[in-house]
Structure formats: structure tokens, C-alpha cells
């Protein structure tokens, strides 16, 4: 079962995803969504989904790195990352260099896909439920409800929020136990950093945290 599953979602047949097994090297391989023409708004968390559930199933028996690799792109395509990123530090972003920008937007990328990795890193029977309800929340944003069920444990609840763009869907935010905002999380934790030392400290803390997550085979 995944270490600490709250505390660490708190910390973004399977439709719309091909797993195949292939080696102990690379252990799954991934088929877009838009290729199996699903263009709801649930489909990039089937993708999400998919990808999570062959991670956990790789599990500790696979390296980090070869699970962040095979994470990395449907991290990028199921999230709209950028739009994350600036929700999650605030009205201070458009006065940050363009350089600053694009270290911290490199460094934030790596920091989500490895917290997916350490997050989802075993296997225990669960398994991922998408709810047919889809509220709008207005702005062209619908939220999309999911469970985590678990054997041993009752389930969590999952929400994502996702935004239209000209990608198709994509995931702004994700609530847990449909409120607790993980962009309000990290907003928080970047505020602190951001007022210790700017946006060079934002993209160190984020570095750190990546070498920990992944137990220093990425920083």
C-alpha cells in the first residue's frame, strides 16, 4: 500500500491509456488519450488514472528514474503545469524575470512528477473509480470526481479541476477530500520560500525536494 496516502496526495480495461508490460527496464508503455478518441473531460484523468496504476504496479522493483521517465509526459500532458504554477505563486509572477520563469518552470515540472512517483509507489489491489458526476464551477472549469479505493482502508476522494484549453483538457488543480486545494498547499510553501530569498530560493527548495522524493537520483 502507499506510504502515508493523504498526507502524500496532499503534497497532479483503462480507457484512454495502453499499458503493456515490456521489461523490468521500462514497464509500461502509454498511448495518448486523443488517439483512442475520448475527448471528455474525463479523459485525461483515465490517463492520470492509468499511468498511476501501472507506477504502483511497478513499484520499489523499478528504479525511480525509469518510473519518472514514463510518468514525465502524461504528467505534462494531463496537467496544464504553467497555469499551476502561476496560480501557485501568486500575484508576484508577472514581475519575475523571464529567465527566473522558465528554471523555476523546469525545476516545478520535476518536482510534480516526482511527487506522483514517490506518492504511487506500491501496489495493494487498489484502484482508481471516476464518478459520472461533473459539475461546472464556472470559468470554463469542470470538476472531474474520482475515488482511490483501497482493500484495507476506505477510500479517498479525488477531485480534479480542468480547464479547456487549445490542448484539449487539462487538470488546473486537484482537490483531496474535495477541498483541500493542492495549489492552496503550494502557494503556501512557496510563499514562505519566495519572502526567505526570491525565486532563485523557490527553484533551490524545489531542487531539494526532488533529490528527497527521489532519494538523490534526481535533483
Known amino acids: ?25 521500462v514497464p509500461y508503455r502509454l498511448v495518448d488519450a486523443e488517439t483512442l478518441g475520448d475527448p471528455s473531460p474525463s479523459a485525461p ?30 504528467i505534462a500532458r494531463v496537467f496544464d503545469l504553467d497555469a499551476v504554477l502561476v496560480a501557485s505563486v501568486g500575484l508576484s509572477w508577472p514581475g519575475i ?16 512528477v516526482s511527487s506522483y512517483v514517490s506518492n504511487f509507489d506500491s501496489y495493494n489491489g487498489q484502484s482508481f473509480e471516476i464518478l459520472p458526476s461533473q459539475p461546472s464551477i464556472g470559468n470554463g472549469e469542470v470538476v472531474v ?34 477541498s483541500i486545494s493542492r495549489v492552496a498547499v503550494q502557494r503556501s510553501d512557496f510563499r514562505k520560500l519566495l519572502a526567505s530569498g526570491g525565486v532563485p530560493a523557490l527553484t533551490a527548495g524545489l531542487g531539494r525536494k526532488v533529490a528527497s522524493l527521489s532519494g538523490g537520483m534526481l535533483g
Request: cysteine-free; aromatic content about 6%.
Open 45 to 74: 484523468i483515465r490517463e492520470l488514472d492509468g499511468a498511476l496504476l501501472a507506477a504502483m504496479k511497478a513499484g520499489n522493483r523499478t528504479s525511480f528514474e525509469t518510473r519518472y521517465h514514463a510518468l514525465d509526459p502524461v
Open 145 to 178: 470526481e474520482t475515488r482511490l479505493l483501497r482493500t484495507d482502508a476506505s477510500p479517498i476522494k479525488l477531485s480534479y479541476v480542468v480547464r479547456l484549453s487549445p490542448a484539449g483538457w487539462r487538470v488546473v488543480d486537484v482537490l483531496t477530500d474535495g
Open 97 to 112: 524575470p523571464k529567465a527566473e520563469k522558465g528554471q523555476l518552470s523546469s525545476a516545478f515540472r520535476r518536482y510534480t
Open 1 to 25: 500500500m502507499m506510504r502515508a496516502d493523504i498526507r502524500k496526495i496532499e503534497r497532479r480495461a483503462l480507457l484512454g491509456l495502453g499499458i503493456v508490460a515490456v521489461s523490468a527496464s
